[in-house]
Structure formats: structure tokens, C-alpha cells
């Protein structure tokens, strides 16, 4: 029973490179999300995707893009990282807005 | 705008004792308020879920009450053991949109 899955556990990229976070439910839920964590601080929402082929932008938008590749998977993308985006990123689902969430593990991502 | 504050931000107390979380909220029109608990480098799982409707919801040896006219939730836990140390976080969402408001988490550690 995997629930929601993320990979990679653990990342260090130096300044202005590129990746991927995956992400990836099997609970057929319709919504899915992408939070940070930083330290003394509540979870930001930083895209979400209500339903399959739909994305919108949640409170911390700036430096990621998203793909919600289809019902299942939900990628997060830094397309140039920067050290303010050292954090945990967490991905979560849940059957639709307002629904319990389920959240994925975590990774953390560390940028030099 | 909406704002959730959980206090104290850590607590300690020795096993078997019952103890109350609090989480407080600044906009009383939420749809929902969950509960959850994350332990150390891990993922959050999903304690409680309470509707605007319902003044409160239990589980085993957890309670949790909501008291929207006065922008409070409480999360009470019985007879407390050493397995209960996390960090406990209450998160808001407001209209069933898609974006959940966090408060930034108890810390519970519990004593043997």
C-alpha cells in the first residue's frame, strides 16, 4: 500500500542547475499538491493541480514549474536553483480540494 | 487573510499524562480543520479531519474539537506514551479550495 511516493529522498544541487522532483499516488485521487517545509515555519503551497490536465499556482510560485503528467504523477521542476529554495518539498493528494491529504515522504533538497 | 498559530511551539510532558494541543485561526469562515503529525524525517499523516459543521472528531485516544465563532481547535490526547513524540500541525482550508493554511507545529515530546 504505497500511498504517495517521492523520489528523490535527498538532493544537494550547486547554484543554477536544474531538476525534477517525481512524484507519483495510487489512490486514483483527483487533486494533487507541492508544499515546502522550512524551519519555524508552516507548509506553503507551491502549485497544486485539482484534477488531471490542471495546474494553478499556490502561494510561492516563483522559480517552479509543474507537470501533472496524468492522474497518477505530478512533477515539480527547478529550472534554475537557487539557495532559497533549500528545503523540504513534500507532495501530497487527496481525492479532491478539500478532502484529507495524504503526503508523500519528503525530499529533502539542498542548494549550494 | 487567514493566519493559523499553534502555542506552545514545544511541549515535554511524562508519559501517561493527558495534554492539549491548541490551534488558532484568524478568519472564522473555514470549511475544514485537520490535524496531523510528522515524525522526523518524515512524511505528515493525517490524524483528524474536522468539517465546519462538526464541533468535534475522535480517534483511539485522540480528540479534536473545533470551535469556529472563537477561531479554536484543540487536539487532546489520552493517556500519553513515548510513541505520541512528533510534531503535531493543524492546517485550515477555507471555501473546500485547494489550499490548505498551516500553522507551523507543536513539537510533543513525551517522557518515559
Known amino acids: 500500500n504505497a500511498g504517495v511516493t517521492q523520489t528523490p529522498k535527498f538532493q544537494v544541487l550547486k547554484t543554477g542547475q536544474s531538476m525534477t522532483l517525481q512524484c507519483a499516488q495510487d489512490m486514483n485521487h483527483n487533486s494533487m499538491y507541492w508544499y515546502r517545509q522550512d524551519p519555524g515555519m508552516g507548509l506553503r503551497l507551491i502549485y497544486y493541480s485539482a484534477s488531471e490536465g490542471t495546474t494553478d499556482k499556490g502561494e510561492v510560485p516563483n522559480g517552479y514549474n509543474v507537470s501533472r503528467l496524468n492522474k497518477r504523477e505530478f512533477s515539480l521542476r527547478l529550472e534554475s536553483a537557487a539557495p532559497s529554495q533549500t528545503s523540504v518539498y513534500f507532495c501530497a493528494s487527496s481525492e479532491h480540494g478539500g478532502y484529507e491529504a495524504f503526503f508523500g515522504q519528503g525530499t529533502r533538497l539542498t542548494v549550494v | 487573510k487567514q493566519e493559523v498559530t499553534q502555542i506552545p511551539a514545544a511541549l515535554s510532558v511524562p508519559e501517561g499524562e493527558n495534554l492539549v494541543l491548541n490551534c488558532s485561526f484568524t478568519?472564522?469562515?473555514?470549511?475544514?480543520l485537520q490535524w496531523f503529525r510528522q515524525d522526523p524525517g518524515k512524511g505528515l499523516t493525517s490524524l483528524l479531519l474536522i468539517q465546519s459543521s462538526q464541533r468535534e472528531q475522535t480517534s483511539g485516544r485522540l480528540n479534536a474539537s473545533l470551535d469556529k465563532s472563537s477561531g479554536r481547535s484543540t487536539l487532546y490526547i489520552a493517556a500519553s506514551q513515548p510513541g505520541d513524540s512528533a510534531t503535531y500541525l493543524c492546517a485550515v482550508n477555507r471555501d473546500s479550495n485547494y489550499q490548505l493554511i498551516w500553522g507551523a507545529g507543536t513539537k510533543l515530546i513525551i517522557k518515559p
Open positions: 478568519d472564522s469562515a473555514i470549511y475544514n
